[in-house]
């Protein structure tokens, strides 16, 4: 599915859940107009076709005790460069 593949619809459940992807599906219907069986349908056809690829959590690490650590490695070949 590509942009043209998108309705008025599709592309409001996407500004719907752009901010809050927690939404339950009877939320977002409630706001673009349809049953909650009707977004959980549209949604799961965006997640097939690649437009929605994701979810996310975003943490505010100063607001926890420890912070949030992770490993990053980085393999370089100084020779590309």
């Given at each position: 599915?590509?942009?043209?593949?998108?309705?008025?619809?599709?592309?409001?459940?996407?500004?719907?859940?752009?901010?809050?992807?927690?939404?339950?599906y009877?939320?977002?219907?409630?706001?673009?107009?349809?049953?909650?069986?009707?977004?959980?349908?549209?949604?799961?056809?965006?997640?097939?076709?690649?437009?929605?690829?994701?979810?996310?959590?975003?943490?505010?690490?100063?607001?926890?005790?420890?912070?949030?650590?992770?490993?990053?490695?980085?393999?370089?070949?100084?020779?590309?460069?």
């Open positions: 599915m590509n942009s043209e593949g998108l309705d008025k619809l599709d592309y409001a459940i996407l500004h719907v859940i752009k901010d809050n992807a927690r939404m339950s009877s939320e977002i219907g409630e706001q673009v107009g349809i049953s909650r069986v009707a977004v959980k349908n549209r949604m799961d056809a965006l997640e097939k076709n690649g437009v929605i690829q994701g979810y996310k959590t975003v943490i505010d690490d100063t607001k926890t005790p420890e912070g949030v650590s992770f490993i990053l490695d980085v393999e370089i070949y100084p020779e590309k460069y």
